[in-house]
């Protein structure tokens, strides 16, 4: 059974501005979407997303996109029909 559409977990939109980010992939961040360093204690490392100019991307905040860090819609198909 999916979800309820309560637990809808929407992407992060993110302007990325400076040429060079690293994305959180461990979930330990406390400045998600964001790496912070926490996954020093585990065996994930984050994902370096480096871009030529100025780009808004949605970000995956469900934790299933198979893009990750990036956002490929999974969340809406997680929640049960109403």
């Not at 809808?8 to 994305?23: A, K, N, T």
């Not at 998600?32 to 065996?43: E, L, Y």
């Not at 991307?57 to 999974?74: L, Q």
Request: hydrophobic content about 30%.
């Amino acid at each position: 059974m999916g979800l309820a559409y309560d637990d809808l977990v929407e992407p992060v939109i993110v302007r990325q501005e400076s040429r060079s980010r690293f994305y959180c992939m461990c979930g330990r961040t406390q400045n998600f979407p964001f790496c912070d360093g926490s996954h020093k204690v585990t065996s994930i490392t984050p994902r370096e997303i480096t871009v030529d100019e100025p780009r808004t991307m949605a970000i995956c905040a469900c934790w299933r996109s198979k893009t990750r860090p990036y956002c490929d819609g999974t969340h809406g198909k997680l929640v049960a029909s109403k």
